[in-house]
């Protein structure tokens, strides 16, 4: 079988070294990819937004399945131009991928599917931010606001304080930039990153993970695109996990097919484990980086395989999937200033280490490896426990070097203090 892979972050490149793993996998082809997936496949130049672009490309390299690895292209029907063509895709439709593109679409299928999700309110008139303020946050009995950007803004457009001036200030430079704002409620317990490939009704779960948003140590300062992530989760009971399945993932599967739009891909559920239970934070409709690096490492069942069953329909026969013992971390390797503009262009010495996955690298061309984005690598190593995967992330993290370049580190750590309960 022949895979192209859309996208250029580390968690395409943890998609290739899996889907080279796969015996039925025979050619692998990345477009547009970075300085570290070049060494895994063939590396091509595409506009990942461009379907018929996509489509062409596919062509020219043979592929019998394309991987979309971002959602901006699925939001945009990057997907359905593949199946138009002909050509197996591993990625939603346009109005599947609704449920990561527009959080009201979101909201009204869970509503539909009876799933428990925080409640919410958009705001696109500033003359009415004051009184939708007043309905949310600490003065309405709950911990925080979560005020959020209405569009697709890569997890950064979301500010949770229990600071009102905070809030408000967030909320009136969305507006301000023409971007209508959701308030919601705010989920209060660990949360946890369910991945499920997912093809109509059929649902097959992975490894659940937790990724780190916030930039600092110990859950500080601004969200990021993903600081960290680990797999399993030793602190989340089986029957939690099954209920997430059964009652979460699997009626809002159930929902898209009844609406007409059956979800083709990988349904990312991201919850929080509330008092009462798991909670919806939102939807996606793709890997999330960087719990996909943790949970593929541990992934012993063929991937090409996995992702082509459920793109051609053969997921309900696809049979249970088989995992390493044992748990897998990943630390980000953030750039300088990240969340905020990152300074690129600097030389990174040991990105070529084993366990390395590339995201926002580039090569020079006097050969050198140089950063070109926010989160420049990450590091994925697996071990015993959760203890042994985080010695050895931090081992290897180590014997890289990055001017300016910082990470969290605290990545799996009150997991494998027994800290974290759900
Ligand atoms: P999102 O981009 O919607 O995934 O939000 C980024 C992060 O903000 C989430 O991973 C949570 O840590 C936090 N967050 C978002 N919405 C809520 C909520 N309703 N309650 C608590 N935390 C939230
Ligand atoms: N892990 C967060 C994301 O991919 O959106």
């Given at each position: 079988m022949r895979v192209l892979v859309i996208g250029s972050g580390a968690r395409e490149h943890a998609l290739l070294l899996a889907l080279r793993d796969d015996p039925e996998v025979d050619a692998l082809a990345i477009a547009p990819g970075n300085a570290g997936t070049a060494a895994v496949a063939d590396q091509h130049q595409v506009d990942i937004t461009s379907g018929d672009d996509v489509v062409a490309l596919a062509r020219q390299v043979a592929a019998d399945l394309v991987v979309i690895g971002p959602e901006v292209p699925l939001v945009l029907?990057?997907?359905?131009a593949l199946r138009d063509a002909g050509i197996a895709c591993f990625g939603p439709s346009k109005d599947a991928a609704r449920i990561e593109g527009s959080k009201a679409f979101a909201k009204d299928v869970m509503a539909a599917a009876g799933v428990r999700t925080a409640s919410s309110e958009i705001v696109d008139n500033p003359a009415h931010l004051d009184a939708a303020l007043d309905r949310f946050g600490p003065t309405a009995g709950s911990q925080a606001w979560v005020v959020k950007d209405d569009r697709l803004a890569a997890g950064k457009g979301v500010v949770v304080t229990a600071d009102r001036g905070v809030a408000r200030a967030h909320a009136a430079a969305l507006l301000e930039a023409g971007h209508p704002v959701l308030l919601e409620s705010y989920l209060d317990g660990p949360e946890v990153s369910l991945f499920c490939v997912v093809d109509g009704t059929t649902v097959v779960p992975l490894l659940a993970a937790q990724d780190f948003k916030r930039v600092g140590d110990g859950d500080t300062g601004p969200n990021t695109g993903g600081m960290g992530a680990y797999a399993p989760l030793p602190w989340l009971p089986d029957d939690v996990?099954?209920?997430i399945v059964t009652t979460i993932v699997e009626p809002v599967a159930a929902e898209l097919v009844q609406r007409g739009c059956p979800f083709t891909g990988l349904l990312y559920a991201g919850l929080a484990i509330t008092g009462s239970g798991p909670a919806v934070i939102e939807f996606n409709c793709r890997f999330g980086d960087p719990e996909t690096q943790s949970v593929l490492a541990l992934l012993e069942s063929p991937l090409g395989q996995l992702l082509y069953a459920a793109a051609t329909?053969?997921?309900?026969?696809f049979g249970?999937?088989?995992w390493r013992d044992g748990a897998a971390v990943t630390v980000v390797l953030a750039a300088e200033n990240y969340p905020g503009r990152p300074r690129v262009g600097d030389v990174i010495v040991g990105a070529e280490a084993d366990g390395v996955l590339h995201a926002g690298t580039a090569r020079r061309d006097d050969g050198a490896v140089v950063s070109s984005g926010g989160r420049v690598l990450s590091v994925?190593?697996?071990?015993a426990d959760l203890?042994?995967?985080r010695a050895a992330a931090y081992d290897t993290l180590g014997s890289i070097r990055l001017p300016g370049g910082h990470f969290r580190t605290d990545i799996g750590l009150a997991a494998a203090q027994g800290k974290v309960h759900a």
């Open positions: 029907g990057v997907a359905d996990y099954r209920d329909g053969e997921l309900a026969g249970e999937l088989r994925v190593r697996t071990g203890d042994a995967a």
